[in-house]
């Protein structure tokens, strides 16, 4: 019996045991009563923003029919007016740069009427270095027969002067 007595707290433990438990539960049940208040008092508050901004909106829904007209012909006739000034622009614009590109068309057809096509002006380039070409063959070879006889007299010289 004592062996069972010594495993079972005895009751001031028991009774501190429940006095910690109730106070941790009291502070924690005044913590989420605090953080209720809080999120009672701030949904308070947006409701109160919500029915007054539903008051300023049922306000404006209750304009009289010829102030809304007014208010919808204003934006469009503000909107035509600033689309045709944008139109006007984009015209002017367009006229501009069509001039410009009638006087580059016109400029390009001038200088490829003053200079000739490239396949005229290559052809032109070949047959002028071909030309050439063939003169400094025809000059290289003048010049080497023209050694060659040199050559030939020198040695016919030479061997004449052996002799002698």
């Known amino acids: 019996l004592q062996s069972a007595h ?3 707290a005895s009751l001031p433990e028991r009774i501190d045991n429940l ?3 109730i106070a941790d539960a009291s502070d924690k049940h005044a913590q989420e009563l605090h953080a209720l208040k809080e999120a009672h008092a701030k949904t308070s508050f947006d409701q109160g923003k ?5 008051e300023s909106l049922q306000h404006a829904h ?12 204003s ?3 503000d909107s035509a007016d600033k689309h045709a000034a944008e139109l006007a622009a984009l015209k002017a614009s367009h006229i501009k740069h069509l001039d410009a590109l ?3 068309a016109s400029d390009l057809s001038d200088v490829s009427e003053k200079h000739g096509t490239v396949a005229k002006r290559l052809a032109y380039l070949e047959q002028k270095l071909g030309d050439t070409a063939a003169q400094h ?9 023209s050694h060659e006889k040199h050559q ?4 016919g010289m030479l061997k004449a002067s052996d002799f002698h």
């Open 19 to 21: 006095e910690t438990t």
């Open 152 to 155: 030939m007299e020198t040695a």
């Open 75 to 77: 934006l469009i006739g």
């Open 6 to 8: 010594a495993h079972h």
């Open 50 to 54: 919500h029915a007054k901004h539903l």
């Open 102 to 104: 009638e006087k580059h």
């Open 137 to 145: 063959a025809s000059a290289l070879q003048a010049l080497k027969d």
């Open 62 to 73: 209750q304009s009289t029919m010829g102030e809304r007209m007014n208010f919808l012909e």
